[in-house]
């Protein structure tokens, strides 16, 4: 593929999302109240608790909150960890099935980005170096890297509402 061919569809695509934008972006004056109230937990697969909790709250300092019986898979574990503003994190493991190796998938998660203060970041980001835990460092905000499972977590120091700049809520 050429330059150009890049180019064009790259051009293409802006306008997708300009046609997107267009058709479904209300002004934030003139867009209504959401009818969720917050996040109440994202839910990942776990496949060694103790392997979790101690890099979630060990290494990142996001304190375990709770951990229970999952009540769809008796002898399952359901547990939580607090990452800030009444939002959690939480994780299923599920002994004696073969859950398999993470995947990114299409229609699956991609990533899980969490906020955190500007002042932790680079303190989070020298732990992670300290841990041996491979990391990438996007646009000076950004810490990209793998939980013991496999999924793609990413630390981003950018206010809430916030991205690279631009607000996006």
């Known amino acids: 593929m050429t330059t150009t061919d890049e180019s064009v569809r790259a051009a293409e695509r802006e306008q997708v999302r300009a046609r997107l ?3 479904h972006l209300a002004a934030p ?5 959401s009818t969720a109230r917050g996040l109440h937990h994202t839910a990942l697969i776990s496949l060694d608790v103790e392997r979790t909790i101690e890099f ?3 290494l990142l300092g996001f304190p375990l909150t709770e951990l229970i019986e999952n009540r769809d898979y008796p002898g399952s574990s359901h547990f939580f960890f607090d990452i800030g503003h009444q939002n959690l994190l939480a994780f299923f493991d599920f002994p004696g099935l073969d859950v398999g190796p993470y995947a990114e998938v299409l229609g699956g998660l991609h990533h899980l980005a969490i906020s955190v203060d ?3 970041w680079a303190e989070l980001q020298a732990r992670l170096e300290q841990a041996g ?3 990438v460092v996007h646009s000076g905000v950004s ?3 793998r939980d013991p499972d496999g999924a793609r977590i990413e630390l981003i120091a950018d206010p809430l509402g916030e991205m690279y700049g631009e607000t996006v809520l």
Do not use: L, S
């Not at 004056?29 to 109240?33: M, V």
């Open 56 to 58: 979630y709250q060990g």
């Open 118 to 120: 500007p002042d932790r």
């Open 21 to 23: 934008r267009e058709r």
């Open 143 to 145: 810490i990209y890297f």
């Open 133 to 135: 835990v491979e990391h």
């Open 29 to 33: 004056e003139r867009r209504p109240a």
